[in-house]
């Protein structure tokens, strides 16, 4: 067998009440091809339970993002699903991006700002 490649997550998961500090690739791989089944139970538990971590007002979001994947994985054949799920992940990024972006110039002209407000005596 060949190198084992980990996920280590910053945060531990739990899964079933049990600590999963890391993500073992390879034994998911193999469940995969052994037990797709098991596997695709094991991923949705997975799934839904960090969706179930998330702040409430954010868990409708994921759960309609979620089930967008899924139809793309269900639906798709297996790299086709992942070059769009990759697309659709670099447009949220390029989203972020932007929005930091915006972030950062507010808080360079709040700085700018600050500096002629004389001090507090």
């Known amino acids: 067998m060949g190198e084992r490649r980990w996920f280590e997550p910053t945060r531990e998961h739990q899964i079933k009440g049990k600590s999963m500090t890391q993500f073992d690739f390879d034994e998911w791989a193999n469940l995969y091809r052994t037990n797709p089944m098991e596997f695709e139970r094991r991923r949705k538990a997975l799934l839904d339970a960090e969706i179930a971590k998330a702040p409430t007002e954010h868990r409708i979001n994921l759960r309609l993002l979620q089930s967008d994947l899924d139809e793309l994985h269900d ?17 949220n990024l390029e989203k972020l991006q932007s929005a930091l972006l915006d972030l950062n110039i507010a808080c360079n002209e709040c700085s700018q700002i600050s500096k002629n407000i004389p001090p507090h005596i």
Do not use: D, E, G
Request: aromatic letters at 0%; charged letters at 0%.
């Open 75 to 91: 639906t798709l054949p297996p790299l086709h699903a992942a070059q769009v799920m990759s697309a659709l992940m670099n447009i």
